[in-house]
């Protein structure tokens, strides 16, 4: 499976933007699809997750400001960011795995991921 991530970028706090993630080859495998993030000297961790049942998972940190949901017809899958806040700064990096809950497994053992992209709260 490849996965193809765009969007992200520089935006002042408060302010929104939108991730899409397209998943390419082997999608049957892409059964759960979701974000992690990354911001420096930390480690990386789940942002959102959601399977083809439509079923989500959140990080508490963003609980009611950002949203995941999902084409399955397009194998693509979006992250809507509200109200975003400093903290929120990181690389943000596109994953899927072949399990329906993969935010049960742990980073590590997320079958697929894509290149990052960069998101950047100002104030």
């Known amino acids: 499976v490849q996965l193809q991530a765009s969007g992200g970028g520089l935006v002042q706090a408060g302010g929104s933007l939108r991730l899409s993630c397209t998943a390419s080859?082997?999608?049957?495998?892409?059964?759960?699809m979701g974000w992690y993030r990354q911001a420096p000297g930390k480690q990386r961790e789940l942002v959102a997750t959601?399977?083809?049942?439509?079923?989500?998972k959140y990080a508490d940190s963003v609980k009611g400001r950002f949203t995941i949901s999902r084409d399955n017809a397009k194998n693509t899958v979006y992250l809507e960011m509200i109200s975003l806040e400093l903290e929120d700064t990181a690389v943000y990096y596109c994953?899927?795995?072949?399990?329906?809950?993969?935010?049960?497994?742990?980073?590590?053992?997320?079958?697929?991921w894509g290149k990052g992209t960069q998101v950047t709260v100002s104030s």
């Open positions: 994953a899927a795995d072949s399990r329906p809950a993969m935010w049960r497994y742990g980073v590590k053992a997320v079958d697929y």
């Open positions: 080859g082997r999608t049957i495998s892409a059964n759960s």
């Open positions: 959601i399977n083809r049942e439509g079923i989500t």
